[in-house]
């Protein structure tokens, strides 16, 4: 068994989701998932169509997407058992056509879940296009509220990030639970991703409360593990790479930023528990306390356990900043509320580098 099947065999056992109380609600309901073509999203699309087939759900499985090729090669003969959308979440006329294909394809009855996943992840997108990255998460997020309203949607999620945060120093320590953001500097560009995500969080705050709908936000930390995609670059998975070409990690800054990480499964169990759970106009952080670390820290694990120490850490830091990158950030997501409706991560940071190397070497 490959170790993503190992993944999705976990997630369908899991009593919160799958058990006799929660089963239910999942069971012959019709999901549409943006971004599915992206990490996450991805995720949840392969998650649901092992467990549709193993416990017999009788799910209807819609993805939006922008390519449709590009999914195709993601899910191979998954590919027979869903009904994509091709569209951009940003088109001015994404609710009336998105509205007519969720309808056709939509059984009489079934409830409607929505998972907003589309976002820009690329720092250097962030930095060079950001009206672009502004406008794609504000107008992508109402479109998809707007879409969920109209059609009587039964839960939405939106995922949002740990960038929301912001500086928590203000506070005299860097531990961020749900009732409390740090400062923001709306003259720094970079600044785009996480302000938009904050107006996009206060938008489904707004349509819970004006319209009922019960939308949801997961501010997610950082998520890798098994399932990564073929074209994934960012600094997780270079750092995996480098360790499996026995080449030394290459950090273009101190590393001194705190990362907060989750694995990807993980990640796809409390997703899908906010979206069952949850409570509307509410967010959850979804995070491995256990695996919070530095970027520096991060490489030094990869380097010597991972690698065994075959590898080294080599610090190459050019001036400016020319690759994008947020500033250093001091923060430690806690995820209690999330445990609360009975969600736990599984998977340390240690065993999701080797997880992850292992579905490369698998897929490879």
């Known amino acids: 068994m490959g170790v993503l099947e190992e993944d999705f065999l976990e997630i369908t056992k899991d009593p919160v989701l799958f058990g006799e109380e929660n089963r239910g609600k999942l069971a012959g309901s019709f999901i549409v998932i943006t971004g599915a073509t992206g990490l996450v999203g991805s995720m949840l699309l392969r998650a649901l169509l092992y467990a549709d087939e193993k416990l017999g759900l009788s799910l209807t ?68 296009k950001p009206v672009e990255t502004i406008l794609a998460s504000f107008e992508g997020t109402r479109n998809l509220l707007e ?30 639970d749900e009732t409390r953001l740090g400062i923001l500097d709306v003259l720094d560009v970079r600044s785009d991703y996480p302000e938009s995500k904050r107006l996009c969080e206060n938008l489904c705050l707004a349509y819970a409360k004006e ?38 990690i290459v950090l273009h800054t101190k590393g001194l930023s705190e990362g907060n990480y989750c694995y990807t499964a993980d990640c796809v169990r409390g997703l899908l528990t906010i979206l069952l759970l949850g409570k509307a106009g509410e967010a959850y952080n979804v995070a491995n ?17 991972i690698a065994g120490g075959t590898i080294s850490v080599v610090f190459d830091i050019p001036e400016g900043n ?7 950030t001091h923060l430690a997501l806690e995820s209690g509320k999330l445990r609360s409706l009975g969600w736990a991560p599984h998977t340390d940071l240690e065993e999701m580098y080797r997880r992850m190397i292992r579905y490369l070497r698998e897929t490879a």
Not at 163 to 175: A, L
Request: net charge neutral.
């Open 147 to 176: 879409t969920a309203r109209t059609l009587g949607a039964a839960g939405f999620v939106y995922l949002s990030s740990m960038e929301v945060y912001g500086n928590m120093e203000i506070y005299g320590n860097t531990r961020a």
């Open 289 to 305: 306390e256990a695996c919070h670390t530095t970027i520096a820290g991060m490489a030094k694990l990869v380097a010597e356990k």
């Open 322 to 328: 020319v690759f994008g990158y947020a500033a250093d």
């Open 211 to 248: 319209y009922g709908l019960p939308a949801k936000i997961a501010r997610l930390a950082q998520t890798f593990g098994a399932g990564i995609l073929p074209w994934e670059n960012r600094v997780f998975a270079q750092f995996a790479r480098s360790a499996m070409a026995g080449q030394d």
């Open 61 to 128: 499985l819609l993805p939006v997407v922008r390519n449709k090729e590009k999914l195709a090669g993601i899910l191979g003969a998954g590919m027979e058992r869903v009904h994509p959308i091709v569209l951009d979440v940003t088109d001015r006329d994404f609710v009336e056509k998105a509205g007519k294909e969720i309808e056709t394809a939509r059984p009489a009855g079934a409830p409607l879940y929505v998972l907003h996943c589309a976002a820009v992840t690329a720092s250097k997108t962030m930095v060079e």
